[in-house]
């Protein structure tokens, strides 16, 4: 084995670490109580249900960017939570205590 290679694997080895890290770090918030709420594929009600939530389900917010208005039990928005890799839900539906972002803009 190459000094390069060994060098490749270290670098890996890190970037899987630091992956790990920031999946602990991120935080889990209830939707709203009694819905049933579904999720979507994009970040708007044009887009097709990909699954639905159950009543008292916790998502992640890995990031959050702008989309269809909606209103829900906590006020109208136009931010969509990304809560898995190609899944959203509007965030009127997600309990975060705050009526803004709480996670980066999705890129």
Same mark, same amino acid.
């Given at each position: 084995m190459s000094v390069d290679r060994v060098e490749e694997a270290e $670098?890996? @080895? %890190? $970037? %899987?670490a630091v992956a790990t890290a920031a999946a602990t770090a991120v935080t889990y918030y209830p939707i709203a109580p009694g819905v049933r709420?579904? !999720?979507r594929s994009g970040p708007g009600t044009g887009? @097709?249900?990909v699954r639905v939530l159950a009543e008292g389900s916790k998502v992640p917010i890995y990031c959050q960017t702008p989309g269809t208005t909606v209103t829900g039990p906590y006020g109208t928005s136009n931010i969509w939570d990304n809560i898995a890799s190609g899944e959203y839900v509007s965030d009127s539906y !997600?309990?975060?205590g705050s009526d803004g972002y709480v996670a $980066?803009?999705?890129s």
């Open positions: $670098s890996a @080895g %890190e $970037s %899987e709420l579904n !999720v887009y @097709g249900v !997600v309990h975060t $980066s803009r999705c």
